[in-house]
């Protein structure tokens, strides 16, 4: 009963701090708003609407087809020069036979990591999911060198494009690419900018406890063309300090970035943990990027790796701490514009304990300037002692925006 009082006293709250963002939005700076000579001026609304055909292959008994239709709402709204406020929010159903064969799927889809519970599923049958998600709900101002954000809002810490050990609020999954806006976090965050080249910045994303909080500083600022940052603070169980940096070696780009968590209370069950990535990439003068990396995670939780079983197999958001379920990962990864509007990717990650490799190719082509279509690839192949195991995702999707 407890459970179920707190579950909707938090959901009254979130509604309750949507209509407040709404009512930020009606109230403040009308004067500026006033000067404003057209409704672009102070409005912004876009999105988009995806359909996504899945065909997953695991074994004759195992196959499963579904369709996905997703789409995406966007609204800013720019009352002052100092004030911008944002609402977006995504739709998503699921429909097909096979939809009940995927393991605690409707738990999955209606999961929302933040305090505020802006989730809801609303519609759960045999064969048809439909979530709806507010994933962005903030309100920013900015003066001078201050910068001040408040609510549900994406806090991006990381220096490298797949692996992000620095990312402490919300750290995005690689195998998730079909959510390029990438999860966010109800959270505070206060920016200095003393320069024009460094800032300092300290989050905090409250929960329900203090070992479900997470609160932490940043400080960026660049020597010698390499931008640095420092970070320290707490991350759930643990104290966590990190470092990260980016810039070239000649022409290559050179990032990464390390963290290390220190358990406030150490156990058997709870150690210490260093995640650490690094990157290389390289544009050639014909259009092609290449990028190579590596992982190493001290202390990797997998749960035997059952296939598909792993949260970055399944597209969930993961831990800065266990980014892989495995000690050692490496990628490599070329994408090509073949035509202007034809363009090829490929990426390819291999583990070392467990071993197993991931391969993702796709091919997408423009057909308008808002209309895009995608086919892509998702394979897992499992070594064991016995026999290889594999598991095939084919996605066929069309994009349209607005």
């Known amino acids: 009963m407890f459970d179920r009082m707190y579950h909707n006293t938090r959901q ?19 004067q500026d708003v006033k000067e404003k000579k057209k409704l672009s001026d102070v409005l912004s609304f ?18 499963i087809t579904y369709n996905f239709v997703h789409n995406r709402l966007n609204l800013k709204y720019y009352p002052s020069s100092a004030f911008t406020m944002a609402l977006e929010a995504r739709n998503r159903i699921f ?57 549900r809002q994406r806090i991006n810490w990381g220096k490298t494009l797949v692996w992000n050990p620095n990312d402490l609020f919300n750290t995005f999954n690689f195998t998730d690419f079909d959510y390029e806006e990438q999860p966010g976090s109800d959270a505070l965050k206060v920016t200095y900018y003393p320069t024009g080249m460094s800032s300092i910045e300290a989050a905090v994303k409250p929960g329900k406890s203090g070992d479900e909080t ?25 104290y966590a300090v990190g470092l990260g940096w980016a810039g070239n070696i000649k022409n290559a780009g050179f990032k990464g970035e390390a963290t290390w968590f220190q358990p406030k209370n150490p156990s058997s069950d709870n150690r210490s943990v260093l995640s650490a990535t690094m990157t290389i990439d390289y544009s050639f003068e014909k259009p092609v990027y290449i990028q190579g990396g590596v992982l190493y995670n001290q202390h990797p ?15 969930q958001e993961l831990s ?9 990962s490496f990628i490599a990864q070329v994408n090509s514009n073949i035509t202007p509007l034809f363009q090829a990717n490929l990426a390819v990650i291999q583990t070392v304990s467990p071993a197993f490799m991931f391969v993702m190719p796709s091919l997408s082509y423009s057909l308008m300037d808002n209309l895009d279509i995608t086919l892509l690839d998702q394979s897992v192949f499992l ?3 016995t026999k290889p195991n594999s598991i095939h995702s084919l996605y066929l999707r069309l994009k349209w925006s607005f």
């Open 46 to 63: 876009n999105g988009y609407i995806k359909d996504l055909q899945v065909f997953t292959i695991a074994s004759p008994e195992a196959n």
């Open 12 to 30: 009254w709250l979130a509604y309750f701090f949507v209509l407040g963002i709404c009512l930020c939005a009606a109230t403040v700076s009308a």
């Open 383 to 385: 070594f064991t002692s």
């Open 301 to 315: 939780y997998s749960d035997s790796l059952g296939m598909g079983s792993a949260g970055f197999l399944r597209g």
């Open 214 to 238: 997470v609160a932490a500083a940043i400080w960026r600022f660049n020597r010698r063309n390499y931008d640095l940052q420092v970070l320290a603070g707490s991350y759930l169980t643990d």
């Open 95 to 151: 429909f097909g036979s096979d939809i009940n064969r995927l393991p605690d799927f409707a738990d999955f889809v209606d999961y929302d990591n933040g305090y505020f519970d802006l989730t809801a599923l609303v519609i759960k049958e045999s064969s048809v999911l439909a979530v709806m998600q507010i994933d962005r709900a903030w309100v920013d101002w900015y003066r001078g060198k201050w910068q001040a954000r408040i609510g």
């Open 320 to 328: 800065p701490k266990n980014l892989m379920p495995s000690d050692w």
